[in-house]
């Protein structure tokens, strides 16, 4: 309530003083500003050890640089806590101190502030809808097209609180095991959930052999509190193959899909696991950003996983990768498929082409720069110089056009993979051409048939839900940021509750997720389907 009180008092004083946002191309002369204008740019700290200063590195200075010489702008960037961004942002826009261009997974923290007037409507700017722009953003509409610039436009207002960025690979989750510890077994790779059952309990039961006088360390099967996220392959199994996309859509607002039809009986099995001694028995105690499960795998001690469709081969000398190796130069994690649903499929529930939202918060008095910005950083060929960096430095190009990279330390390092951090309108590699061989060789010191493997397992049997455009949903406005708690809280308990008190448990959990928003938000998405596709509920 006091981050709202101060956000209303913030944005009194802005509409008395005349400071909302306003923007002319007339401003411009020769394509440039005549006089210098300053913008502030969010960015994310991840706080990796041995990682650069997030708002001062080369990546920085070319950003900077580029902006000053093309439109005398002036960039300064601004640090939010990448693992609190959504409570770091909730904070900057309470105090009328955001940035003026920001970033944020979480479109129900932009509408939010959007219903109290805290963010700029991208279709008035000036008095002039966004497309109006469009000769001005020529990068930004090749790269995003009318579908992510207008995803979120309101249907009955035009209202526009954000665009989308691209989501250029969709790749997003898999399975992974050590395939030293199956050939040490004489176990080959598993291909059904009750291979890979098979071998988790192997690995509990040979724990001295694989690992000697740390045998006691042994972990066949390792997640987070984020159980959802952590176990997406195993649960996605149990939804059935024929739900329509018009129930993936009602009940997707959670994008852990813990609405999904069927999704419990995904959670029992793992339940199972947990209660034989099978999956990591502390995972609950940990929160995001906390790398004692990370060291773990480091340090050898985990038969398998999921996490994101890459997680072992990433940064370079600090991967779980490299680690192993250093233990043991066979040591290896190496991407599965295990898991099949009703028919017969490995079925994946892959992202539509959007990823994270960019928006311009009402404090924001330099919006045609600020759009400026975005188009800079969407050409290809910054796209390229934040991805790859310097030739020679962190990359070598091949004959064949793929690019090498090389593993880099000091203030070339990069923070998020490809530099997702800085490039905020495409998450994913992005070379034309040159991007899939490149995402092989990407990996420095990984061989590249892993990555080709992830690749392939990642999207196989894959399924985008249908999309539709409803507008703006106030019940996702009120709840959507303090539902991942009640569905995390739920699932770690469930997990860790004896086999008997399992459905109990759930239960409950489900019924309180429900009871403080999941219902509220489930049932408007009925009503907007109804109104604009004419869906009939069941």
């Known amino acids: 309530m006091k981050k709202i009180l101060a956000l209303i008092l913030t944005l009194t004083m802005l509409a008395t003083i005349g400071l909302f946002a306003t923007a002319s191309a007339e401003e411009l002369v020769d394509g440039k500003f005549p006089e210098t204008k300053h913008i502030t740019v969010e960015i994310f700290n991840r706080y990796n050890d041995g990682g650069t200063d997030p708002t001062n590195n080369p990546y920085t200075d070319y950003i900077k640089a580029g902006m000053l010489e093309k439109y005398n702008v002036e960039v300064e960037f601004v640090s939010i806590g990448r693992w609190t961004e959504v409570d770091d942002m909730n904070n900057a826009l309470a105090a009328g101190d955001a940035p003026d261009v920001c970033v944020t997974y979480s479109y129900p923290t932009i509408q939010t502030y959007a219903n109290m007037g805290g963010v700029v409507n991208l279709n008035d700017i000036g008095g002039k809808k966004l497309v109006e722009y469009k000769d001005l953003l020529p990068n930004l509409w090749n790269l995003l097209g009318d579908t992510n610039i207008f995803y979120d436009e309101d249907p009955d207002t035009g209202d526009l609180w954000a665009i989308e960025a691209i989501l250029a690979e969709s790749a997003r989750i898999n399975t992974f095991i050590r395939e030293d510890w199956l050939a040490k077994l004489n176990l080959e790779l598993p291909t059904t959930e009750e291979e890979f059952y098979n071998c988790l309990v192997a690995f509990r039961?040979?724990?001295?052999?694989?690992?000697?006088?740390?045998?006691?360390?042994?972990?066949?099967?390792?997640?987070?509190?984020?159980?959802?996220?952590?176990?997406?392959?195993?649960?996605?199994?149990?939804?059935?193959?024929?739900?329509?996309?018009?129930?993936?859509?009602?009940?997707?607002?959670?994008?852990?899909?813990?609405?999904?039809?069927?999704?419990?009986?995904?959670?029992?099995?793992?339940?199972?696991?947990?209660?034989?001694?099978?999956?990591?028995?502390?995972?609950?105690?940990?929160?995001?950003?906390?790398t004692t499960e990370d060291n773990l795998m480091k340090a050898g001690f985990v038969g398998a996983f999921q996490h994101n469709w890459d997680y072992p081969y990433r940064n370079g000398e600090d991967s779980i990768a490299a680690a192993l190796k250093r233990i043991d130069p066979d040591a290896a994690y190496v991407a599965v498929d295990c898991f099949k649903n009703d028919a017969g499929l490995y079925r994946k529930f892959l992202s539509a082409s959007v990823?994270?939202?960019?928006?311009?918060?009402?404090?924001?008095?330099?919006?045609?720069?600020?759009?400026?910005?975005?188009?800079?950083?969407?050409?290809?060929?910054?796209?390229?110089?934040?991805?790859?960096?310097?030739?020679?430095v962190t990359y070598n190009k091949l004959e064949n056009g793929a690019y090498e990279k090389i593993a880099t330390t000091g203030e070339w390092l990069q923070n998020s993979l490809n530099n997702i951090d800085y490039t905020i309108t495409v998450n994913g590699l992005y070379l034309g051409d040159a991007t899939a061989e490149t995402t092989a060789l990407g990996y420095a010191g990984v061989d590249s048939k892993y990555i080709v493997a992830a690749l392939a397992a990642s999207k196989n049997d894959g399924r985008v839900p249908g999309v539709f455009h409803v507008g703006a949903l106030e019940t996702e406005a009120e709840y959507g940021t303090s539902l991942p708690t009640y569905r995390d809280t739920l699932l770690t308990k469930a997990v860790t509750a004896s086999v008997e008190n399992f459905d109990a448990v759930y239960d409950q959990g489900m019924q309180d997720y429900l009871d403080n928003g999941g219902q509220a938000i489930t049932d408007e998405r009925i009503e907007k389907l109804a109104k604009y596709y004419d869906y009939k509920a069941e």
Request: hydrophobic share 35%.
């Open 355 to 392: 990823d994270r939202k960019v928006f311009f918060p009402a404090t924001n008095d330099e919006p045609l720069a600020s759009l400026l910005y975005l188009d800079f950083i969407s050409s290809p060929e910054t796209i390229a110089k934040l991805q790859l960096g310097e030739e020679g």
């Open 205 to 290: 039961d040979n724990a001295e052999l694989l690992l000697g006088s740390d045998a006691s360390h042994m972990i066949p099967y390792s997640t987070s509190y984020d159980v959802a996220w952590r176990n997406d392959h195993l649960f996605a199994a149990y939804i059935p193959n024929d739900v329509s996309d018009e129930e993936l859509y009602i009940h997707g607002f959670d994008d852990r899909h813990l609405l999904y039809p069927n999704f419990k009986e995904g959670v029992r099995v793992l339940n199972k696991w947990y209660n034989e001694g099978l999956v990591w028995k502390d995972f609950g105690e940990y929160p995001s950003g906390d």
